[in-house]
């Protein structure tokens, strides 16, 4: 694993250390890179030792700098191992809707928690094992947003086509204490997750607030491509539920 550098700002440590666009990092202080979240955090000391690939061969650079000090390099993608993708199969997944014929990045089916921390993208945490649970403690990635969809077991492995899902009030319950916050979403399936159902995702999801901050509720969207068997929510019923939604 490495992170291919794609620019080098002008002025900045490693523009005089003469690193370039294509050389790769390897390691910071002997850790290697995963991503550009690895890169941040063990790139935060003053003194820094950075394994290179420059030209062709690794060199070890020693660097000391000022606390805060940039080293200035930009990478060509934020995970260096590739992206992790989703292990569920939600009758209402958004690629199931997706026109033939887009740029070939709307196709990947992402859940990687990296870039739930980066960007705000929305995951299942269906796909975590206990190493990255060992980083999410050491590096405390927060706040991670969550597509909970339903707080009960049975019916979120029912909701994500994933009979193995483990069960989320447990991870949120981990996440609380080791002190990452958590944004969480409900994607709301006519007849499935609504109802009662959905009274006790929402009670119980508040139930752990100050570490869950937030719930989106958001009806489940089809397009005419989707090839799923259900259906939207109607005019009247979509009116019912932000009543109740509002009370809460």
């Keep these: 694993m490495s992170g291919v550098i794609a620019e080098v700002k002008p002025g900045s440590i490693a523009a005089e250390l003469g690193l370039r666009a ?13 991503d550009v979240i690895d890169y941040q955090f063990y790139s935060a000391e003053e003194t820094l030792e950075v394994l290179v690939r420059h030209q062709g061969e690794e060199v070890l650079f020693e660097i000391e700098r000022d606390y805060g000090e940039d080293l200035g390099l930009e990478f060509t993608a934020h995970t260096f191992d590739g992206i992790r993708t989703c292990d569920n199969h939600c009758p209402f997944c958004y690629l199931k809707g997706m026109p033939p014929g887009l740029r070939s990045s709307l196709y990947i089916p992402d859940d990687d928690y990296r870039l739930s921390f980066l960007f705000g ?16 403690a050491e590096q405390r990635l927060s706040p991670l947003y969550i597509s909970v969809h339903a707080t009960d077991a049975a019916l979120r492995r029912r909701l994500l086509g994933n009979a193995s899902a483990p069960d989320v009030l447990e991870q949120l319950r981990r996440l609380r204490d080791l002190g990452i916050q958590v944004h969480a979403q409900i994607v709301l399936v006519p007849g499935i997750n609504d109802g009662a159902a959905l009274e006790r995702s929402v009670t119980d999801l508040a139930s752990l607030y100050p570490a869950v901050q937030s719930i989106a509720v958001v009806p489940v969207g089809l397009t005419r491509y989707h090839r799923g068997r259900m259906r939207l929510y109607t005019a009247a019923e979509a009116r019912d539920m932000l009543v109740r939604i509002a009370s809460w």
């Design 22 to 34: 294509g050389d790769e990092v390897l390691a910071i202080n002997g850790r290697p890179l995963r």
């Design 121 to 136: 993208n929305f995951v299942t945490l269906t796909n975590l094992d206990e190493k990255d649970w060992q980083r999410l």
